[in-house]
């Protein structure tokens, strides 16, 4: 069954193409998530499924039915915002009420009281339900926001970046969390941010989308290992994929067309000097613990890998460099299949 499905959808604000062309489809029980950086077109594709915004052109379907024309209360949706949408004047409680006491929705006090009640345990504020929201720690308020959303069992919750405001270590914890919850209630949740880390950690599939448009759809692995086009290849990774012109690199194999080369840091091998042609300068390595970045120069190009803490490398050293299948883009960005491994 597939629950919710973008056809062809454009929105455009005077001159700003915000959505071009989108379709997509969110699956049920689905954690898709759109990877984009600001002004992407994010927080529009949301709105357009919300009803908030009309498309220009095509068709957002709810269960198999055309909603396009649907007015915003009518369909089965529930929204998370980017800020905090508590009411300061109610209680957690009665924030988490809320959406179930709407006259429209009927719901007895009762079954209210229960769904809060669930809701609260799964997002561990059950201690603060009497709590004032305005009572309550940033982490807190955001919990209950996305509780305000989870009291309904709709067909879609939509998620505009959630946890974009908390700091990392808060960020961290409930992205972890957010996962929990939607295996355990089967929920079905498109999910935008920014940050390649909750894309990677917490979808099913990630769409990549840039200036409205999306570049790619896939898992979470398959982004990462087959970008389809150099842009993509940088939005995932850390330290960030080095690029570098296929002309600097003359004796390595690659297929016909290569004008780029993509490594990321598993396919930058580095070593003693033993005979090899491709001699880097190390500038500079970061210790992190379990790990050291190492950047180096190569040719004017400053790229950068990882190596083991143990193994001795200083700034100034020249090193020798292995690449271990990295991934080969055209001259527009496209990337070229692998032929040569
Ligand atoms: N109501 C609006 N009026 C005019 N321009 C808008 C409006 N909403 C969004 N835009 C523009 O559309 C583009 C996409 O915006 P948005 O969907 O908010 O991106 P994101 O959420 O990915 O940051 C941006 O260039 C933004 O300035
Ligand atoms: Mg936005």
């Keep these: 069954m597939t629950d919710v499905v973008l056809r062809n959808i454009s929105k455009r604000f005077g001159s700003v193409e915000a959505v071009r062309d989108l379709s997509l489809s969110v699956n049920d029980g689905e954690f898709v998530v759109l990877l984009g950086p600001s002004g992407a077109g994010k ?147 498109l999910y935008v941010t920014h940050d390649q880390v909750e894309a990677m950690t917490m979808a099913s599939r990630i769409g990549v989308i840039r200036d409205g448009k999306l570049l790619q759809l896939g898992s979470p692995r398959e982004i990462y290992e087959n970008p389809a086009d150099s842009y993509v290849a940088s939005r995932l990774g850390t330290p960030p994929i080095n690029f570098l012109p296929a002309h600097l690199v003359p004796d390595v194999a690659m297929p016909d067309g290569t004008e780029m080369l993509g490594i990321r840091t598993e396919h930058l091998e580095i070593g003693k000097r033993n005979g090899g042609t491709l001699v880097g300068r190390v500038h500079r390595v970061e210790h992190l613990g379990e790990q050291n970045h190492v950047h180096l120069e190569y040719k004017g190009k400053m790229l950068v890998t990882l190596a083991d803490p143990h193994q001795p490398v200083d700034a100034g050293e020249d090193v020798e460099l292995r690449l271990k299948h990295p991934l080969y883009f055209d001259a527009a960005g496209r990337r070229i299949p692998a032929v040569i491994q």
Excluded: C, W
């Excluded at 957002?60 to 004047?89: K, N």
């Excluded at 069992?153 to 409930?174: C, F, Q, T, V």
């Design 43 to 189: 927080t529009t594709t949301l709105r357009l499924i919300a009803g908030l915004e009309q498309p220009d052109s095509g068709s957002v379907l709810i269960d198999g039915e055309d909603v396009t024309r649907d007015p915003p209360g009518t369909r089965d949706i529930a929204f998370v915002f980017q800020q905090y949408s508590l009411y300061p004047h109610l209680s957690v409680y009665d924030n988490l009420a809320f959406p179930l006491r709407s006259p429209a929705r009927r719901v007895p006090e009762r079954l209210i009281k229960k769904r809060v009640e669930q809701t609260a345990e799964l997002l561990h504020v059950s201690s603060k339900l009497k709590n004032s929201a305005t009572r309550l720690s940033g982490g807190e308020m955001q919990r209950v926001a996305i509780g305000r959303a989870l009291v309904r069992d709709p067909a879609i919750y939509l998620m505009d970046e959630p946890l974009s405001s908390l700091d990392a270590k808060l960020r961290a914890e409930l992205r972890l969390e957010l996962k929990r919850i939607q295996i355990e209630l089967g929920a079905t949740i």
